[in-house]
């Protein structure tokens, strides 16, 4: 019987975008494990929420502090090669965490400073991971590769925290932080395999000026700032919404085990969005993806007003659809668009405006509840900021009317494509 090749996608045909899946998802394993892993750890430690808590934002302020220098160091050095020292940093880091809580050495001050560190590796890495994927497949299939890299992502977040929970439940949370230092290990090597040259040679400019220079490619596209704009108002009232008075409509109704379930729809609504992601290519993506961005609103408004599980859960898949259309539109459209050697210290800026809103949802909605005397109308106006936003967005033509799409084939184009088919 005849057997026919199986098809490969176009991005995975290419070596560097190979090694760049490969590394990326391994990543997201490690990320899915880690908070599993070290809230146990600390619980078991400590027996307080409160040191838990404190643990966790250490990691977090730490990884907002240095978004913008890692967007400066991506746009001067070779982006694989700073991905390969932050995972590697972030070994070291979780696998010095492993080794406390397994000897019984750990405590609440070691586990903050060693949660600092990673927090610093994974700020420096993270301009660089999604500037480095124009650098690795051609125009054509820029879209293609973003989609295919987020579903990698995704699969692993999900798989990752179900092989996470069980490690931990079965061999302790210092064994299952072992395992997260060694898939930041893997990820490490996976990058180095990466052949990929810096975006520009390194200048002799001071970072404050690197970041002066990314603040002007940022505000210099008036959809780029518009769309950041919107998403401050819609991570700061989505994630709060979700974060905080999600578990407590679910308390109150259809129980916690079923709202986990309702959060695990949102990941089959991401891996169904990337799949559509990988064939449809509309030319004016970005409008596409923010006008989605309206299903936000379909689980707040189902927690007001009908929280039922069959309905929250439908309203997540639909939201995880969304959610991918949008990611996948913005990051062609920044890597479309913004110069290669500029592009992380805008993806920085991009990070830092939306990352800096969601704890000031969080720390805002559980008071605005106490106030109104419950959940409902907290849920119903940050359905309705959300809409707003997105309504505003769409107003901006800038928004409406950018194109998707490799640019025209020139006689320079066509001779950097015969390049980039010479280093697969």
């Given at each position: 019987m005849r057997r026919h090749p199986v098809?490969?996608?176009?991005?995975?045909?290419?070596?560097?975008?190979?090694?760049?899946?490969?590394?990326?998802?391994?990543?997201?394993?490690?990320?899915?494990v880690a908070p599993i892993a070290l809230g146990f750890a600390v619980?078991?430690?400590?027996?307080?929420?409160?040191?838990?808590?404190?643990?966790?934002?250490a990691r977090s302020i730490a990884?907002?502090?240095?978004?913008?220098?890692?967007g400066v160091v991506a746009d001067r050095w070779p982006r694989h090669l700073i991905l390969a020292g932050s995972q590697g940093l972030a070994a070291i880091t979780q696998g010095l965490v492993a080794v406390l809580v397994l000897t019984g050495?750990?405590?609440?001050?070691?586990?903050?400073?060693?949660?600092v560190v990673n927090g610093l590796a994974a700020g420096l890495g993270f301009p660089a991971t999604a500037a480095l994927i124009p650098q690795t497949v051609p125009p054509t299939l820029?879209?293609?590769?973003?989609?295919?890299?987020?579903?990698?992502?995704?699969?692993?977040?999900?798989?990752?925290?179900?092989?996470?929970?069980?490690?931990?439940?079965?061999?302790?949370?210092?064994?299952?932080?072992?395992?997260?230092?060694?898939?930041?290990?893997?990820a490490?090597?996976?990058?180095?395999?990466?052949?990929?040259?810096?975006?520009?040679?390194?200048?002799?400019?001071?970072?404050?000026?690197?970041?002066?220079?990314g603040w002007g490619e940022f505000r210099s596209r008036q959809w780029v700032v518009v769309v950041v704009a919107q998403y401050c108002v819609v991570n700061a009232?989505?994630?709060?919404?979700?974060?905080?008075?999600?578990?407590?409509?679910?308390?109150?109704?259809?129980?916690?085990?079923?709202?986990g379930?309702?959060?695990a729809a949102l990941n089959g609504g991401l891996l169904l969005g990337g799949a559509v992601a990988l064939r449809w290519q509309p030319h004016r993506a970005l409008r596409w993806g923010v006008l989605l961005c309206f299903v936000n609103v379909l689980p707040l408004l189902a927690l007001a007003y009908v929280p039922v599980f069959a309905v929250v859960a439908v309203a997540m898949v639909l939201l995880g659809f969304a959610i991918e259309q949008f990611t996948v539109a913005w990051d062609v459209s920044l890597q479309e668009n913004v110069p290669a050697e500029r592009l992380a210290r805008v993806y920085s800026y991009d990070a830092l405006g939306s990352f800096l809103a969601i704890p000031l949802g969080e720390a805002t909605v559980g008071p605005l509840a106490q106030l109104t005397h419950g959940v409902r109308p907290v849920l119903t106006g940050c359905a309705v900021l959300i809409g707003l936003a997105t309504l505003g967005a769409l107003a901006s033509p800038s928004v409406r009317q950018l194109r998707s799409g490799p640019p025209p084939v020139t006689r320079q184009t066509a001779r950097a494509r015969v390049s980039f088919r010479g280093r697969r």
């Amino acid at each position: 019987m005849r057997r026919h090749p199986v098809a490969v996608p176009g991005p995975l045909r290419a070596r560097s975008f190979r090694w760049l899946f490969v590394g990326r998802t391994t990543t997201s394993l490690g990320n899915a494990v880690a908070p599993i892993a070290l809230g146990f750890a600390v619980l078991d430690l400590t027996g307080s929420v409160a040191a838990l808590g404190l643990v966790v934002a250490a990691r977090s302020i730490a990884n907002v502090a240095v978004l913008l220098f890692g967007g400066v160091v991506a746009d001067r050095w070779p982006r694989h090669l700073i991905l390969a020292g932050s995972q590697g940093l972030a070994a070291i880091t979780q696998g010095l965490v492993a080794v406390l809580v397994l000897t019984g050495t750990a405590s609440v001050p070691l586990l903050a400073a060693l949660s600092v560190v990673n927090g610093l590796a994974a700020g420096l890495g993270f301009p660089a991971t999604a500037a480095l994927i124009p650098q690795t497949v051609p125009p054509t299939l820029l879209r293609q590769a973003n989609a295919l890299a987020r579903m990698g992502v995704t699969t692993a977040l999900i798989g990752g925290a179900a092989a996470g929970g069980s490690l931990v439940a079965v061999a302790g949370p210092g064994w299952g932080l072992a395992a997260d230092a060694a898939s930041f290990a893997v990820a490490a090597v996976c990058f180095t395999r990466i052949g990929v040259a810096a975006p520009r040679t390194p200048s002799s400019s001071s970072v404050l000026e690197e970041l002066r220079a990314g603040w002007g490619e940022f505000r210099s596209r008036q959809w780029v700032v518009v769309v950041v704009a919107q998403y401050c108002v819609v991570n700061a009232c989505f994630q709060g919404s979700m974060v905080v008075l999600g578990p407590v409509v679910a308390d109150d109704t259809f129980g916690r085990a079923q709202w986990g379930l309702a959060l695990a729809a949102l990941n089959g609504g991401l891996l169904l969005g990337g799949a559509v992601a990988l064939r449809w290519q509309p030319h004016r993506a970005l409008r596409w993806g923010v006008l989605l961005c309206f299903v936000n609103v379909l689980p707040l408004l189902a927690l007001a007003y009908v929280p039922v599980f069959a309905v929250v859960a439908v309203a997540m898949v639909l939201l995880g659809f969304a959610i991918e259309q949008f990611t996948v539109a913005w990051d062609v459209s920044l890597q479309e668009n913004v110069p290669a050697e500029r592009l992380a210290r805008v993806y920085s800026y991009d990070a830092l405006g939306s990352f800096l809103a969601i704890p000031l949802g969080e720390a805002t909605v559980g008071p605005l509840a106490q106030l109104t005397h419950g959940v409902r109308p907290v849920l119903t106006g940050c359905a309705v900021l959300i809409g707003l936003a997105t309504l505003g967005a769409l107003a901006s033509p800038s928004v409406r009317q950018l194109r998707s799409g490799p640019p025209p084939v020139t006689r320079q184009t066509a001779r950097a494509r015969v390049s980039f088919r010479g280093r697969r």
